[in-house]
């Protein structure tokens, strides 16, 4: 069994790709609430704004414009899929639904392999000014981006947690996850309310993507199927509560990066997101509630 | 659940369904169905090989493979409304299976396939049992879970390559030597006639399965669980059954892969591949048999066609991404239904056209059992 | 799928690369082939007509049909390696071709996937009918496919991966794939006097093989060594650095054995993290042996990461041949539909050796061009200056084929990779490279090979 210090540097990475599985488990969390849809196309939406943005820097355009592209990309992909099949698909269980990002996640993968090919030794990299950077704390050295992965992810959570609580946009998104019927009746702008969470979760998405690959590797394949830790997290959170998905997040990053010092299970490390998840959806369910309405969650 | 054929809740039509046999009559004599299956079947194992080059009969041997895949998805996604997005990770499994017997034992091919086929039923119902209980979204997203955590593990494990031990694994092998095939079937064409024998067997399994007592029971579970359970059916159990025999059924494919590539690696399963799967069942159309074949060509034949054309696979890929939406939105029930109703339509048309007073009575094909 | 996207990843594999994809739409990325190798390029006495016999003649006869698999797919990519050689044999065909005959060379990618590996063998010798095989780059072709060219009759020449590719009768690398060239790293590890060794490697199969040479060396010079195995492709590269450098200690050495893009990967997360001099020394197969590399790391790797190179690094040698090497590069590898992405690089320079290995073969034949003679001519090619290796290349009748077993050692140098050691033969301690000594002893040295 490695020492304590062995694991503290670990322990670092966790609570970094913690804080941003947290990110887009939140943008999960939020969406899923307001329309229903579980969005599996997040990790590949972020992934073709990170590749946009690399492609951009590399093409000689300021790193922090690059950055806002990504976001808007990710944005109006995301707003534009959610206007567009959201309507169409509105009134179908939430399993078809997002069985329908899915369709929208292969062909951002297509499309992003015929771009952006990868051939030999080409590694396409993120980097920020912040990598490299840091500060010591005890004999472990912790860089300014991981500081800036948790540091979000906590913002996020926060902030959007106060957006659903204190805001009328927010209140009515809660309102629509309650009873999308009831709260049309009343005079909300279901449409335009589903649009703010639609766009919310996509530029979520684009920070998320931008972080991830910067902290684990900007490939497509990579950063699409990070996506599975964030959904993990918020499942863990029963797809319901903000600040329980923040805190799931981090368990999962945490988990995830302390089973890699120990030998024997650190070929088993990248498990550890999938037999969370699985053994929450389990314990969760051990009341079952069979009920005549389509709602799931 | 998933309820691919889009029809509202109806506890009447459930109620009326159970008190009278779900099964109709097809509308086409069964005579002339049979004859054209035997037709195509005479000619796929007799004809095709001839016809065909090496690069495209080993492709064939894929298409049947992936067909039975896509016919035990189909039999969860179409028949009972139960998703799974873990399917590549059971056919590895049954590939695992099937190699470290071929590689241990001497035991003949049928028995082999049967084996691995059994030992995938075994995993795949014990896995999922406690699972049931969840609904539509979270289980498909549990086999989603499931299926990323047997991957990793198979990708330690690596696969049998004729070491000892449990694993059968030796890291330290320079000859590997290849998966066996059946004795009677070493050539790659006689085994694509061997893996299309497989394939009829296990779709005739799923046939009957369908017009016996599961099938209606599978039946009453899609249309509304609810009223099933209310009408006194073991829910569970049957959707236990319908897990064991989609386990089993891509067990044998799985075993049927590993003798047709004779040598496996972890790269082979990928988990993005199980949404590949799932995209060209939904396309080909998971309430048809024939779907299942539709979904078999679609992933496994046409990227062969296009690396030959030099088109990048990319396209299949986009192309798949916008067929599962367009699926899910517009044509429940896949390609292997529409295509036939669209063709039956035009039909109609061109006769209307023709014989202006006559009436057209559309003896329309829906809601019948087709397999 | 058959020929799929990879998702999970398909990804492994040991040959040095310098790839750099094109970007289409938004706007290219620089290209950064490393042009600064020689600068004789063209002008000079070296022109790319050299490579044929008849300057400027059109071959017209009938062709001699080759062919080569090559895996090509998301992550991994080795068709740089039959591009190249398609376009030594482009301007071969161009400059009076083989007696006359030009060459047609068909190339089939394949995405690891066994049942597509087995077709494209047999596409190219029923459909295509070639009678040789070169340029075979692939994580798995050599164990797929090794028992259908015995059965055949072929004797290919391709740059090896899999165990098959040197322990079989019927194939003949220009390299010296993952094992050897992890040797070779960890043999300068070595020679540095580090107090303990580190070798983590791609989670293939075959890790054992891989991992038994490095270990036999680290234990005949008493120095621990610790084995690690990443499931590719890394998608953790912070927790693996940090676990390497944890394990290693201050005057340690971290050898890692990666595709370009795992190990790139990792380097650049220890150099995130700051744990770069962390450690004694970084060492790396032949896969990092990339001008591109050199640039994407900060020159605090400057004489840091020590990479084998088991080719004549281009940028330091001026050689007749090198320069023919560059010519044909730019005068047919750099542009149409089989462009040689990765420029100047050990990828280019594999294809270049492979074709000119065949070439020099297929000229040696008197008669008819069939499957028998074009095979008996490839394993005929004996102790042939390929001006690439270290060594005079040899095919011969042997059980097992390691024709390459001396190489250099590399160290990255403000963006650019120079020689830090010149020829150095991999040790014999490790039982392989002694047993084909034993078989067919000790080449001599190719005349350009410096050191």
Not at chain 3, 331 to 350: E, L, N, T
């Amino acid at each position: 069994m490695p020492s304590w210090q062995n694991f503290q540097p670990f322990i670092v990475t966790g609570l970094a790709l913690g804080g941003v599985y947290a990110l887009s488990g939140v943008g999960l969390v939020v969406l899923y609430q307001a329309t229903g849809v579980v969005y599996l196309a997040l990790g590949a939406v972020g992934a073709m704004g990170a590749l946009i943005s690399y492609s951009l820097i590399a093409a000689g355009v300021a790193p922090w414009l690059t950055w806002l592209v990504c976001l808007l990309f990710s944005g109006a992909v995301t707003l534009a899929y959610g206007m567009i099949f959201g309507p169409l698909l509105a009134k179908r269980e939430p399993l078809v639904k997002a069985t329908a990002t899915l369709g929208l996640l292969l062909v951002l993968f297509g499309v992003m392999d015929l771009l952006w090919t990868t051939s030999s030794g080409k590694v396409r990299s993120l980097t920020f000014p912040t990598d490299g950077h840091g500060f010591s704390l005890g004999n472990v050295n912790i860089t300014w981006t991981q500081v800036i992965g948790l540091a979000v992810g906590i913002a996020i959570t926060i902030g959007t947690a106060a957006f659903l609580r204190f805001t009328k946009l927010g209140t009515a998104m809660r309102a629509m996850a309650n009873d999308r019927e009831i709260t049309a009746t009343l005079g909300v702008p279901v449409r335009r309310v589903e649009a703010a969470a639609w766009l919310g979760c996509g530029i979520l998405a684009g920070i998320a993507g931008l972080l991830l690959a910067d902290m684990v590797a900007l490939d497509a394949t990579t950063l699409t199927f990070l996506v599975i830790s964030s959904l993990a997290a918020a499942l863990i959170a029963r797809l319901r509560s903000i600040v329980l998905t923040f805190v799931a997040a981090i368990v999962v990053g945490l988990v995830q990066n302390m089973l890699v010092p120990i030998p024997a299970l650190t070929s088993y490390s990248n498990m550890a997101p999938f037999v969370l998840a699985a053994v929450a959806l389990l314990l969760i369910s051990r009341r079952r509630v069979i009920t005549l309405s389509r709602e799931e969650a | 659940m998933l309820d691919v054929t889009d029809s509202p809740d109806s506890p009447a039509g459930t109620a009326s369904a159970l008190r009278s046999p779900l099964l109709r009559r097809p509308a086409q004599p069964t005579l002339i169905r049979a004859v054209v299956i035997v037709v195509l079947l005479v000619f796929v194992l007799f004809g095709l090989p001839q016809l065909l080059s090496l690069y495209y009969v080993d492709a064939m041997t894929q298409v049947a493979v992936y067909a039975m895949v896509a016919l035990g998805l189909g039999v969860l996604v179409g028949r009972v409304g139960l998703m799974s997005l873990g399917q590549v990770a059971v056919l590895a499994v049954g590939a695992w299976s099937a190699a470290r017997l071929l590689f241990g034992t001497g035991q003949p091919y049928p028995l082999v396939l049967l084996e691995a086929g059994l030992v995938t039923m075994i995993l795949g119902t014990v896995l999922l049992l406690p699972a049931l209980r969840l609904r539509g979204l979270y289980l498909a997203l549990i086999t989603l879970m499931l299926a990323g955590a047997v991957t990793v593990v198979l990708a330690t494990l690596n696969f049998p390559n004729g070491g000892g031990g449990f694993s059968g694994y030796d890291g330290n092998q320079t000859h590997i030597p290849p998966i066996r095939r059946p004795s009677i079937a070493t050539s790659d064409p006689a085994y694509f006639r061997y893996s299309v024998l497989v394939a009829v067997v296990m779709f005739a399994l799923v046939a009957i399965h369908i017009r016996t007592r599961p099938g209606r029971a599978w039946a009453a579970i899609r249309q509304s669980e609810p009223s099933a359970l209310a009408a006194g059916i073991n829910t569970t159990a049957y959707k236990l059954w319908a897990v064991a025999l989609a386990s089993f059924v891509t067990g044998v494919a799985g075993g049927t892969y590993a003798g047709a590539v004779h040598y496996l690696y972890p790269y082979d399963f990928p988990a993005y591949t199980s949404i590949t799967i799932l995209a060209v069942v939904l396309m080909g159309g998971a309430y048809n048999l024939w779907g299942a074949v539709v979904a078999g060509l679609l992933m496994q034949l046409l990227p062969a066609l296009l690396q030959n054309w030099g088109v990048s696979n990319d396209w299949l890929t986009i192309l798949f991404g916008i067929g599962v939406v367009q699926v899910l939105t517009t044509a429940p029930r896949g390609l292997a239904d529409q295509f036939p109703k669209d063709m039956a339509k035009l039909g109609h048309l061109l006769m209307g056209l023709v014989r202006r007073p006559v009436p057209a009575a559309v003896p329309e094909t829906t809601g019948g059992e087709t397999p | 799928m058959y020929g799929r996207v990879a998702h999970a990843r398909p990804f492994v594999a040991l040959i040095a690369a310098v790839g750099i994809a094109t970007l289409v739409g938004c706007g290219s990325s620089g290209n950064p082939t490393s042009t600064s190798s020689g600068g004789s390029t063209g002008t000079g006495a070296v022109k790319s007509s050299d490579c044929g016999t008849k300057p400027g003649v059109k071959a017209t006869g009938t062709p001699i049909n080759l062919g080569a698999i090559v895996t090509d797919q998301t992550g991994t990519s080795f068709a740089d390696i039959a591009y190249m050689a398609d376009a030594y044999f482009t301007c071969v065909n161009a400059n009076g071709g083989i007696n006359g005959h030009p060459i047609k060379y068909y190339i089939e990618t394949e995405q690891t996937q066994p049942a597509q590996i087995a077709g494209d063998a047999n596409q190219l010798v029923q459909t295509d009918q070639v009678l040789g095989i070169v340029g075979n780059t692939s994580i798995i072709e050599c164990s797929v496919d090794s028992s259908y060219w015995q059965q055949h009759g072929f004797y290919i020449i391709d740059s090896g991966i899999a165990p098959e590719c040197y322990s079989t009768s019927n194939s003949a690398a220009v390299n010296m794939g993952p094992r050897y060239s992890s040797d070779g790293a960890v043999q300068y590890a070595i020679s540095q006097h580090v107090s303990k060794i580190v070798f983590d490697q791609a989670n293939v199969p075959g890790t054992q093989h891989i991992a038994a040479g490095p270990n036999a060396l680290a234990a005949a010079a008493h120095i621990p060594i610790v084995d690690l195995a990443e499931t590719p492709p890394v998608t953790s590269a912070n927790s693996v650095a940090i676990k390497e450098v944890n394990d290693a200690g201050p005057n340690g050495a971290v050898i890692l054995n990666f595709t370009p893009p795992d190990a790139l990967t990792i380097l650049q997360a220890a150099q995130k993290l700051g744990i770069v001099d962390h450690v004694k020394m970084w060492g790396c197969s032949t896969p990092c042996n990339t001008d591109f590399l050199a640039q994407s790391l900060g020159a605090q790797w400057n004489s840091k990461l020590f990479v084998n190179a088991e080719l004549t690094p281009p940028d330091s040698t001026n050689s007749k041949t090198m320069q023919l090497y560059n010519a044909i590069l730019k005068d047919y590898g750099s542009s149409g539909p089989h462009k040689v992405a990765g420029g100047v690089g050990s990828f280019s320079q594999m294809g270049f050796t492979e074709a000119e290995i065949a070439v020099h073969a297929l000229e040696g034949i008197k008669g008819a061009y069939t499957v028998a003679s074009v095979n008996a001519a490839f394993k005929g090619v004996t102790n042939f200056d390929t001006g690439m290796l270290c060594q005079k290349w040899t095919y011969g009748g042997y059980s097992s084929h390691l024709p390459n077993n001396m190489d250099y050692t590399v160290t990255p140098n403000n963006g650019k990779m120079t020689t830090a050691q010149g020829c150095t033969q991999i040790s014999s301690v490790d039982p392989d490279i002694a047993a084909y000594r034993q078989e067919a002893g000790v080449a001599p040295l190719d005349p350009t090979a410096n050191g």
